[in-house]
């Protein structure tokens, strides 16, 4: 199986925004509900947000009204806007099928730091 490819982290201060991108295999992008994990050094890896497959999002509390994920399934591409990010948000961010579950990916580093 192929694993999802994650981009768009970096460094970026409080109260700035970020944008992340996942690609994911076609068939299996197009069939799933997708979603972004994140893991911090010292933790385990938890669900930030999940989004199904017509498109309806479901959110982590601390996350919610500063993130939005979304997807584009013409490009079979999983997207995570955030916006006014914390330095508790800090982390390792991963994209993930919730149905058909894939190898995990290298995922993309996010540090939030002034």
């Known amino acids: 199986q192929v694993q999802p490819v994650e981009s768009g982290g970096g460094l970026v201060q409080p109260g700035g925004s970020l944008r992340l991108s996942c690609g994911v295999s076609?068939?299996?992008?197009?069939?799933?509900?997708m979603a972004w994990y994140r893991q911090a050094p010292g933790k385990q890896r938890e669900l930030v947000a999940s989004i199904s497959i017509r498109g309806s999002p479901s959110y982590q509390d601390s996350v919610k009204g500063r993130f939005t994920i979304f997807r584009d399934n013409a490009k079979n591409t999983l997207y995570l806007q955030m916006e006014s990010p914390k330095p508790e948000d800090t982390a390792v961010y991963y994209c993930?099928?919730?149905?058909?579950?894939?190898?995990w990916g290298q995922g993309t580093q996010v540090t939030v730091s002034s």
């Open positions: 076609g068939s299996i992008f197009s069939s799933s509900s």
């Open positions: 993930n099928s919730l149905s058909r579950p894939l190898p």
